[in-house]
């Protein structure tokens, strides 16, 4: 069983920037998607930002040009650099890595970490 730990939410005010990490207990470059996604009290939960197998990247229209996705595959880890944040952008951010396989897709997420942007 794979787990994914999430890191580096908290407040801050609008236009600051903060980090999050995600450490893998498994080697998180065998995995077809790692993304981040997010979630608000009574709101589906959105992509953000994801990478996939070859190193594209994709993200959400919102946070073009504000927030880039990374991965360190050496410490299992994926990151989400946040810049420029607003408070739309308060929410739950949640780490998730998807392998394709034979039976069909597998993902696994991890606990979330809060992120709070005041005006």
């Known amino acids: 069983q794979v787990q994914l730990v999430e890191s580096g939410g908290g407040s801050v005010q609008a236009g600051g920037s903060l980090e999050l990490s995600c450490a893998a207990s498994?080697?998180?470059?065998?995995?077809?998607?790692t993304g981040w996604y997010r979630q608000t009290p009574g709101q589906e939960r959105e992509l953000v930002a994801r990478i996939i197998t070859g190193g594209e990247t994709n993200y959400a229209d919102a946070v073009k040009g504000r927030f880039t996705i990374s991965r360190n595959d050496a410490k299992n880890t994926l990151y989400l650099q946040m810049t420029s944040l607003k408070p739309e952008d308060t929410a739950v951010y949640y780490c998730n890595a998807l392998k394709f396989g034979e039976y069909g897709p597998r993902d696994y997420w991890g606990q979330g970490t809060q992120v709070i942007v005041s005006s």
């Open positions: 498994a080697n998180i470059f065998r995995f077809d998607v």
